[in-house]
């Protein structure tokens, strides 16, 4: 049969350990509510962009809306749009409506950017995107080429 240990060390070091605990217990409770946790991030304005048109100048008949500098995979494009549609996803009532930018970047999956940067002149290109207020850059959440290759 094993002795249980009677050491008075252990016995005060186990009781030192649980008041301590109680101690930092208790002023973590008395702490203001600011200095417990901090306020979650707001999320800020983000908007869906729906650019459509093509690489070489539009048919006959489709006036272009404006020309758009489109890099993606290093390669820089020039896109003739027939279409910029902005829906807001997220807004601050307080910030101002951020102008399109005329030069922009893409991000998004590999297999997306590679079909941008490969897209033939007279294939008409859609692209689907969200875009933060300020920022060049477009993230990619579809992309259509029409007609498909």
């Known amino acids: 049969m094993a002795c249980r240990c009677t ?4 016995r005060y070091a186990r009781r030192a350990a649980a008041a301590l605990l109680a101690l930092a217990t208790l002023l973590l409770a008395l702490l203001p ?9 707001r ?14 100048p539009p048919p006959d008949g489709t006036a272009a ?3 758009v500098k489109i890099r993606a995979q290093g390669k820089e494009r020039t896109l003739h749009a027939t279409a910029w549609e902005v829906y807001a996803l997220v807004a601050d009532q307080q910030e101002q409506v951020a102008t399109a930018p005329d030069d922009v970047s893409l991000q998004g999956s590999r297999a997306d950017l590679g079909a941008v940067a490969g897209a033939r002149p007279e294939q008409r290109v859609s692209l689907l995107a969200e875009r933060r207020p300020g920022t060049a850059e477009l993230f990619l959440l579809s992309v259509e080429l029409c007609p498909a290759r």
Not at 7 to 10: G, K
Not at 43 to 56: C, Q, S
Request: aromatic share 6%; net charge positive; no cysteine.
């Open 7 to 10: 050491s008075t060390e252990s």
């Open 33 to 41: 509510d600011g200095v417990r946790a901090h306020e979650p991030s």
């Open 43 to 56: 999320m800020r304005t983000r908007e869906i962009v729906r650019l459509a048109g093509w690489f070489a």
């Open 65 to 67: 809306v404006r020309t």
